[in-house]
Nanobody, 124 residues
């Protein structure tokens, strides 16, 4: 059974940085693309970033381009989300997800396993 465990969230001030980690287990990590999504209170879950199986291709939501960076280390079965220049509107629960496919996707329907999430709170 696939398990995804996020860590690294917390309470920070606007302009600060955080690095989220997601440790995966249960199936061959390097065979699947990975993604990060977030859900703010009262809002739908939204796509943040995705990375292909080999880490060569990445994709970002417009609202994080230039501030966030997704990466992965297949030998550690881990995907990361480096978040810089954080804004109060970045406050949300951040979930990592493992896709059904090797190529990256921004669509939730392409992901079949999800972590419980880690809370990120950015104060102004």
């Amino acid at each position: 059974q696939v398990q995804l465990v996020e860590s690294g969230g917390g309470l920070v001030q606007a302009g600060d940085s955080l690095r989220l980690s997601c440790a995966a287990s249960g199936r061959t990590f390097s065979s699947y693309s990975m993604g990060w999504f977030r859900q703010a209170p009262g809002k739908d879950r939204e796509f943040v970033a995705a990375i292909s199986w080999n880490g060569i291709s990445t994709s970002y939501a417009d609202f994080v381009k230039g501030r966030f960076a997704i990466s992965r280390v297949n030998s550690k079965n881990t995907v990361y989300l480096q978040m810089n220049s954080l804004k109060p509107e970045d406050t949300a629960i951040y979930h990592c997800a493992q896709a059904k496919i090797a190529t990256m996707s921004s669509y939730e329907k392409d992901y079949d396993y999800w972590g419980q999430g880690t809370q990120v709170t950015v104060s102004s």
